[in-house]
């Protein structure tokens, strides 16, 4: 195929781009010319080589260098209501733990390669070939300042494990908008690498790549669909996101994201819930809520004032989870946390840990908001903390997924097949239905009752009391 573009212009490339949109590779280019492709990837390969016309290569520079643009092929899955949704993260690059450590955000491979990109999404379908798979939008987007921001901020909390000779622990939920996630299962291809100082570390690594998150690519898909699939995303033109902004340019200049949101905390430590009611002229409520509206007002500034902080543009961008703890007199918490409701169909069709749901869900980044209740049954705010579930938890979550697993898989969705709160794991089943009436599809026919993920009240009592 004739590559008639001018790979020196960002939109010219773009334009291109649009060919294969509504079409499959094999559509948009006689299919003989492919030859097939097997591994992850693939898909990306074959668009570089047989549509845009240039030999796939592992230089660190952009695909487009010339044009100082990165090329990304990644899938969009139908849901069952025949929305388009993220299937996965972003790969942006694997991270080599030698070399990069000693690298600046600014000089990095991740920073190179998608600080603007054109990113093409299809969709998904098992087990067909990929040259058959649709494209449906094309994107030039260029990451805002304020998100690089951050993201430099997650790159250096990033590198400074690998420094410290804890790569083994990095965690997705470390960071905000840029992940390090795993590439390959448990144990495969771990690998030693040097510390600053010569030596080997002391624990082996597994593979992990800077990617991403999913719900940073969903802020992507979103203006995709806004402007019909081929639209063009840079700062200087179009400031498009889900909502206020939380922080400003100039704050991020000088403090880290989380800092800035924790120091809006620190200064009504001790209050008590009657004395942040008039402090932030809230309304007095006896909702189970009222807790979490107080930190959404504390979190809340300026114009974004009594907004949803979980639908500002940082939260959204980054699936940052608030989630409010009310501990009693006897220092227990009050209640265990609950999450979403298990989406059964989901469940079903997924055959790896790394890939499911739920480790989405464990590996986010939390933000606690702690209530005392004291002697004088006054309730005070005692803290506020990030949190990010520990390698070591991590593993007893994934047997808690595939004991979920078994279950709905042999058609066993009930409460004798799940975790029990009574067996003292760090989490449990069990519904979050509105009443006995409040039920689901079942993927083995009929309907079932709903149920959801949970933390346990002692789990939870021990994250509250190792943040001293």
């Not at 800077?210 to 402007?227: C, G, N």
């Not at 007893?396 to 975790?419: C, D, G, L, M, T």
Request: proline share 3%.
């Amino acid at each position: 195929m004739d590559s008639n573009y001018d790979r020196t212009d960002k939109y010219s490339i773009l334009e291109y781009s649009k060919q294969l949109l509504g079409k499959t590779l094999e559509q948009a280019i006689a299919p003989d010319v492919i030859e097939a492709r097997r591994g992850k990837g693939r898909l990306g390969q074959l668009v570089e080589e047989y549509f845009f016309g240039y030999d796939v290569n592992s230089n660190p520079d952009a695909d487009f260098s010339d044009a100082g643009l990165e090329l990304k092929v990644t899938p969009l899955k139908e849901l069952k209501n025949k929305a388009l949704a993220i299937k996965e993260r972003l790969v942006c690059t694997m991270i080599d733990y030698d070399v990069d450590q000693n690298k600046s955000f600014e000089q990095s491979h991740v920073y190179l390669k998608c600080a603007y990109m054109l990113i093409l999404f299809y969709l998904h379908k098992a087990d067909v070939p990929v040259q058959q798979l649709l494209f449906i939008y094309s994107v030039l987007w260029q990451i805002p300042e304020k998100d690089l921001l951050i993201m430099k901020q997650d790159y250096e909390r990033i590198i400074g494990k690998i420094r410290a000779g804890k790569a083994h622990e990095l965690s997705e939920g470390d960071t905000t908008y840029l992940g390090a996630c795993r590439k390959g299962q448990k144990g495969d291809s771990d690998v030693f690498y040097r510390l600053a100082d010569g030596s080997r570390s002391q624990m082996p690594a597994p593979r992990r790549a800077f990617s991403l998150k999913p719900q940073y690519m969903r802020t992507v898909l979103a203006f995709a669909e806004k402007t019909g699939g081929q639209g063009s995303f840079n700062t200087p033109s179009l400031d498009f996101g889900y909502g206020s902004h939380l922080v400003e340019v100039s704050e991020l200049r000088r403090k880290s994201f989380e800092d800035i949101l924790l120091d809006r905390f620190k200064p009504y430590y001790g209050y008590t819930y009657d004395e942040l009611v008039v402090e932030f002229n809230a309304p007095e409520t006896g909702a189970k809520s009222k807790y979490f509206l107080l930190a959404n007002e504390i979190l809340t500034e300026r114009e974004t004032r009594g907004e949803d902080v979980t639908k500002t543009d940082e939260f959204v961008k980054s699936g940052i989870v608030l989630k409010t703890i009310r501990i009693n007199k006897k220092g227990r918490p009050a209640e265990a946390m609950s999450f979403e409701n298990i989406n059964y169909f989901d469940v079903m069709q997924e055959d790896d840990w790394y890939e499911s749901r739920l480790y989405d869900i464990f590996t986010g980044r939390f933000l606690f908001v702690v209530f005392q209740e004291g002697e004088d049954g006054q309730v005070r705010l005692l803290k506020a903390f990030f949190w990010t579930m520990p390698a070591k938890d991590l593993d007893e979550a994934s047997e808690y997924w595939q004991n979920i697993k078994n279950a709905v898989k042999e058609n066993r969705i009930a409460p004798e097949s799940f975790y029990k709160e009574s067996e003292h794991k760090k989490f449990h089943v069990r519904p979050k239905a509105k009443n006995a009436a409040d039920v689901t599809a079942n993927p083995h026919g009929g309907t079932v009752k709903k149920y959801c993920y949970w933390f346990n009240h002692d789990y939870i009592k021990a994250i509250v009391e190792g943040q001293k």
